[in-house]
C-alpha cells in the first residue's frame, strides 16, 4: 500500500508557482531579507539503536541519471551512488570536503610531487582478487594511458606509480598535487579489480569492484533499475545495513518526490530548490550540502568581442549589480548561500572575509559604468541551456538595472561547453566546484584552464600562488594562499560569483543512519553504507 | 486486398530510407558533441576530438550513414555511443512500454469516445447533448501532463490507490501492469476519447439523416436494430480514420506522460539520445516509429476494406 501524504493545496504550490515567483523576485532584485541556510544534515537521521544486526531489507533511491557505463573512469560525480555500491574508492570525503579513510587507511607527502597511501590488508574483490598495493598501482596505470575522460587531468600530472610494499602505494607528480587524497573520493579513486584488468574484461558493461553491495544483473534492468545485494564478505561489514540497494532512475525532479511521498522510494536525490520546501511539508527529512558556487565567468577581458569587459570599473560594476541573495531566493528558493567566494560554508577553504562583500548597490554600479563611458549600459550575450535558464533570467534582469543588457542565446548542453571552451561567448554562468580549490581554479578560472579562449594572461601571479599553495603541507598554510587567490579572483572581476547552490536530499522518516552517510558535495545521492530502514 | 496490402508493404521500404536518412543527415546538422558530454566539462578541444575520432565521429557523413544502413540490413542497429549497450536491446526493453502504454490510451479513448459519440447523437439538441459536448471540449483542452499530475495527487498522494511512478512490465505481473498503466492511460486517452466522441456524434447524425435510415423506421425496424445493424457500421469509417490518426498522437503523447509517471519508454529514449546525440539511437527510434505508424496505416486501410465493400474491390 502507498503511503498518504499532504495536502492538496501544497502539492499543487510546489510546480509552476514557485517558478513564477522566483522569477518576479529575481525582477524585482531582491535586497536581503532573505532567509539564510548553511549545508545541514537531515535532521533525525542519524539513529543507531534498532539498527540490525545483519543486512535487512531494501533501500530504495531515486536517480536523476541513468549509469552508462560501469567504468569509474567514464563517470562523473552525478552517478557516484551508482558506482560506489559496487565500488570503494581510496579515500571519502566529509562535509568540509576534507579526504577520509577508506581503502587508504592514511596518506602523507614525504616529497612536494609524490603522495604515498598506506593501504587496508583485508579488502577483497567480488571476483575474489585481493586488494594490495598492485592493485591501486594497475588501477593508476590504466588511468594514466585510458582514452580521455572526466577524470582525465587527475592522472595526467602523475609520472610514477610505484608499489613499495604491499599496503604502500607511492604517486609521483610532474607538478605538486596537493588534492589528490580527495580525487581520490571521486569515480577517479574507484578501485577496479586487477584480475578485472588483466583479464580485459569489458568495464562498460560489467562491473569489477570491492564494494559492500554487489551488483545483481538478473534484477536489474538497463538503464531504468539497477539492483545490488549485500557482499558477505564486505572489509566494513558495519556499513552494510540494508540487504538490498535498489536505484531507481526517475529523471524528473517532481516524480523522484512522489515516488517518495507515495512510499515507492526511501530516498530522492538531486532534489530541486523549489520542492524541498513541499518535501519537507510532506515529513521528508532533506539534507542540504554546497557542491558548486555559480559565477558568471568574464571570458573577454581582453575587450576583443566586448570592449566593456576590458575596463575593470565595469567589472566592478556588474559585480555590484548582482544582487547575491536576490539570486539566492529567486533561483534556489532561499535554500542556497549567498555568501562570496569559492569555498563552501563548512570547507577548509571558506574565505569568511568575503562574505560581507557588498551586493546589489545598483547606484555605485552605475556611477561606475558612467566613469567606465558606459552610461548607457552596453550589451552582451551568453548561451543559456535548459537548466540555467532561471539562473541567466535572474541575472539578465538584476543587470537591466543598470542599463546592461544580457542577451541569453539558446545552445544545447554539448554546444555550451563548445561553445564556452572556443570563444563564442564574451562571459558565460559558470559553476565551479566549491569543494577543492585547485579543481576550481586550474579546471575553470586559470589561463590555463580549458575556458581560456581568448588567450587571456592576468593570472600568471595567481597560478605562482596556488602552485605554492599545493606544496604547502599545512591546511592552515595552504587556505592562507588560497585565501589570497580567492580575494584576488572577487577584486579583479575574473569571474563572479552569484553565490553557494544547494545540493538536497530528500529522505523517507523510515531511513536511519548509524552515522553521517557518505555523501561528498556535488555528488546527488549519500552513498548506502550505514543507512538502514526502520520499517 | 492482399495487393493493397503488398504495395503498402512495398511502398514502405522506400519510405523507410528517406525517413532514417533525412533522420541521420538533419542530425549531423546538430552542434551537439558526443565527445564533449563523454570527456565532460573541463576537457580540452585536443581530448574532444580524441575521443570523437574513436567514435568515427571525424568520417563523412555519408560514409557513416552507409556503414549505418548496411548494418541496419543485417539487423544490427549499432551501439550507443555512450553505454556502449547494443541499440537493440534498448529498444526492446522501452517499446513495450510505449506500446502499452498507447495500448492503454487507445483502450480509454475507445471506451469513452465511442459510447459517449452515441449517446450524445441519439440525443442530438438536446441538453445530454449539450452536456456532452462541453465534456469533449474540456476533455481536448486538458494538457495530458497536469491532467497526469492531479490524477498522481489524488490516487496515489491524498488516496494511496495507484503507484505514483514506475511501470511494471506484464511478464512481472498482470495486475501490477494494470496498476501501474491506470493513470497514465486515462491522462493519455482522454483527449483522443473527446476526438473520437465528437467524430462518432457527427457521422451518425449524418447518417441517421439517410433516406434508407428513414425507410427502415418507416418499414417499422427497431431504433436499436437499425442503429447497431445499419448505420453504426456506416458511420464508423470516418471514426476509424481519427481513431487511426489519434494513436499517432497517443504514440507521441507518450512521451510526456512517460516523464511525469517515470515510465523509460520510446519518447524517453528519444529524449535522451537526441539531447546528447546518440545518433545510432535516434535512426532505431525513427525507424520503430515511422514503422509503428505505417503498421497503423496499414490497419486502417484494412479496415476500410472490412467497412466498405467498394474499397474492397479496388
Known amino acids: 500500500m502507498y503511503r498518504t501524504t499532504k495536502s492538496l493545496g501544497g502539492l499543487l504550490r510546489r510546480g509552476g508557482l514557485a517558478i513564477v515567483i522566483a522569477l518576479t523576485v529575481s525582477a524585482c532584485g531582491g535586497q536581503g531579507g532573505s532567509v539564510v541556510e548553511g549545508p545541514r544534515s537531515a535532521e533525525g537521521l542519524i539513529e543507531t539503536e534498532g539498527a540490525p544486526l545483519t543486512p535487512t531489507g531494501t533501500l530504495r533511491m531515486t536517480m536523476a541519471h541513468p ?15 551508482h558506482l560506489f555500491t559496487e565500488y570503494d574508492s581510496l579515500t571519502v570525503t566529509d562535509e568540509k570536503g576534507e579526504a577520509q579513510p577508506w581503502l587508504a587507511t592514511e596518506w602523507a607527502r614525504p616529497e612536494m610531487d609524490t603522495w604515498e597511501f598506506k593501504l587496508r590488508e583485508d579488502v577483497t574483490f567480488h571476483d575474489g582478487s585481493t586488494f594490495d598495493a598492485d592493485a591501486v598501482k594497475a588501477n593508476l596505470e590504466r588511468a594514466r594511458t585510458a582514452p580521455a575522460g572526466p577524470w582525465s587531468y587527475v592522472f595526467a600530472p602523475i609520472t610514477e606509480v610505484t608499489a613499495v610494499d604491499p599496503t604502500t602505494v607511492r604517486v609521483t607528480f610532474s607538478e605538486a598535487r596537493a588534492g589528490f587524497p580527495y580525487e581520490m573520493s571521486t569515480p577517479a579513486g574507484a578501485m577496479v579489480s586487477p584480475k578485472a584488468l588483466a583479464d580485459g574484461v569489458d568495464l562498460n558493461s560489467q562491473p569489477a569492484g570491492s564494494g559492500g553491495w554487489i551488483w545483481d544483473e538478473s534484477e536489474s534492468i538497463e538503464g531504468t533499475k ?15 545495513l540494508v540487504e538490498k540497494v535498489e536505484l531507481n532512475v526517475v529523471e524528473d525532479a517532481n516524480a523522484r518526490v512522489n515516488g517518495v511521498q507515495a512510499g515507492q522510494a526511501d530516498i530522492a536525490g538531486f532534489l530541486a530548490p523549489p520542492l524541498i520546501d513541499s518535501a519537507e511539508q510532506a515529513r521528508m527529512r532533506v539534507g542540504i550540502k554546497y557542491g558548486l558556487v555559480d559565477n558568471l565567468a568574464i571570458l573577454d577581458r581582453n575587450g576583443e568581442m566586448v570592449p566593456a569587459f576590458k575596463e575593470p570599473k565595469v567589472r566592478e560594476a556588474l559585480a555590484l ?58 550589451e552582451f550575450e551568453v548561451p543559456n541551456i535548459g537548466q540555467r535558464k532561471t539562473a541567466n533570467e535572474a541575472i539578465a534582469n538584476m543587470l537591466a538595472r543598470g542599463g546592461v543588457t544580457m542577451k541569453l542565446v539558446t545552445v544545447t548542453n554539448t554546444e555550451w561547453i563548445q561553445d564556452t571552451a572556443r570563444g563564442r561567448f564574451p562571459a558565460a554562468l559558470r559553476p565551479t566546484s566549491a569543494v577543492d580549490p585547485w579543481t576550481m581554479w586550474d579546471g575553470n578560472i586559470s589561463n590555463h584552464s580549458p575556458y581560456n579562449p581568448f588567450g587571456l594572461t592576468d593570472t600568471a601571479d595567481l597560478d605562482e600562488k596556488m602552485a605554492e599553495a599545493a606544496s604547502l603541507d599545512e591546511r592552515a598554510d595552504q587556505k592562507k594562499l588560497v585565501d589570497e587567490v580567492t580575494s584576488e579572483i572577487v577584486a579583479r572581476h575574473l569571474v563572479i560569483p552569484t553565490g553557494f547552490s544547494p545540493s538536497a536530499v530528500g529522505y523517507n522518516p523510515n531511513v536511519a543512519a548509524t552515522q553521517e552517510p557518505i555523501l561528498s558535495p556535488g555528488e546527488p545521492n549519500p552513498r548506502p553504507h550505514y543507512l538502514w530502514l526502520k520499517d | 486486398m492482399l495487393r493493397q496490402v503488398l504495395i503498402r508493404t512495398a511502398t514502405a521500404i522506400p519510405l523507410l530510407l528517406l525517413v532514417s536518412a533525412a533522420a541521420f543527415f538533419l542530425g549531423t546538422l546538430s552542434r551537439s558533441s558526443p565527445g564533449a558530454i563523454i570527456v565532460g566539462q573541463g576537457a580540452t578541444p585536443e581530448q ?14 555519408w560514409t557513416r550513414f552507409v556503414e549505418w544502413l548496411g548494418m541496419a540490413v543485417r539487423g544490427d542497429l549499432g551501439s550507443s555511443f555512450y553505454s556502449s549497450a547494443p541499440v537493440a536491446d534498448s529498444i526492446m526493453q522501452a517499446l513495450p512500454v510505449t506500446l502499452s502504454l498507447t495500448v492503454g490510451g487507445l483502450f480509454v479513448a475507445m471506451a469513452l469516445g465511442v459510447p459517449a459519440g452515441i449517446f450524445s447523437a441519439l440525443r442530438a439538441g438536446k441538453p445530454t447533448d449539450r452536456t456532452v459536448g462541453v465534456l469533449t471540449s474540456f476533455g481536448q483542452a486538458v494538457p495530458s501532463f497536469w491532467l497526469g499530475m492531479i490524477l498522481i495527487i489524488v490516487f496515489s498522494l491524498q488516496f494511496p490507490l495507484l503507484p505514483a511512478i514506475g511501470y511494471v512490465p506484464l511478464t512481472e505481473s498482470v495486475s501490477e501492469w494494470a496498476m501501474s498503466l491506470l493513470m497514465p492511460s486515462v491522462a493519455l486517452g482522454l483527449a483522443a476519447a473527446a476526438s473520437i466522441a465528437r467524430q462518432t456524434r457527427s457521422s451518425l447524425i449524418g447518417v441517421l439523416q439517410q433516406e434508407y435510415i428513414r425507410t427502415a423506421l418507416s418499414k417499422g425496424l427497431s431504433k436499436r436494430r437499425i442503429i447497431l445493424k445499419h448505420a453504426l457500421k456506416n458511420a464508423a469509417s470516418p471514426v476509424v480514420t481519427v481513431i487511426a490518426f489519434q494513436v499517432v498522437h497517443l504514440l507521441s503523447g507518450s512521451v510526456v506522460i512517460e516523464r511525469v509517471f517515470n515510465m523509460r519508454g520510446l519518447g524517453t529514449l528519444a529524449i535522451d539520445s537526441a539531447v546528447h546525440y546518440d545518433p545510432y539511437v535516434i535512426q532505431a527510434v525513427v525507424v520503430v516509429s515511422v514503422v509503428m505508424v505505417l503498421v497503423v496505416y496499414l490497419l486502417l486501410d484494412i479496415g476500410y476494406a472490412w467497412l466498405n465493400p467498394k474499397v474492397r474491390a479496388l
Not at chain 1, 539497477?226 to 552494510?240: E, F, I, Q
Not at chain 1, 551586493?359 to 548607457?376: C, F, H, M, N, S
Open chain 1, 67 to 81: 549509469l552508462t557505463s560501469w567504468d569509474p573512469l567514464m563517470n562523473t560525480h552525478q552517478i557516484s551512488p
Open chain 1, 226 to 240: 539497477l539492483v545490488y545485494t549485500a557482499n558477505p564478505d564486505y572489509w566494513n561489514a558495519d556499513a552494510v
Open chain 1, 321 to 378: 549589480l548582482l544582487d547575491r541573495e536576490g539570486y539566492n531566493k529567486a533561483v534556489y528558493g532561499g535554500h542556497g548561500d549567498p555568501g562570496n567566494g569559492f569555498g563552501a560554508p563548512g570547507t577548509w577553504w571558506y574565505n569568511e572575509e568575503l562574505a560581507d562583500t557588498v551586493t546589489g548597490d545598483v547606484e555605485r554600479a552605475k556611477e561606475l559604468l558612467a566613469e567606465a563611458g558606459y552610461p548607457a549600459g552596453f
Open chain 2, 48 to 61: 574532444i576530438q580524441e575521443v570523437e575520432q574513436g567514435l568515427g565521429l571525424d568520417r563523412p557523413a
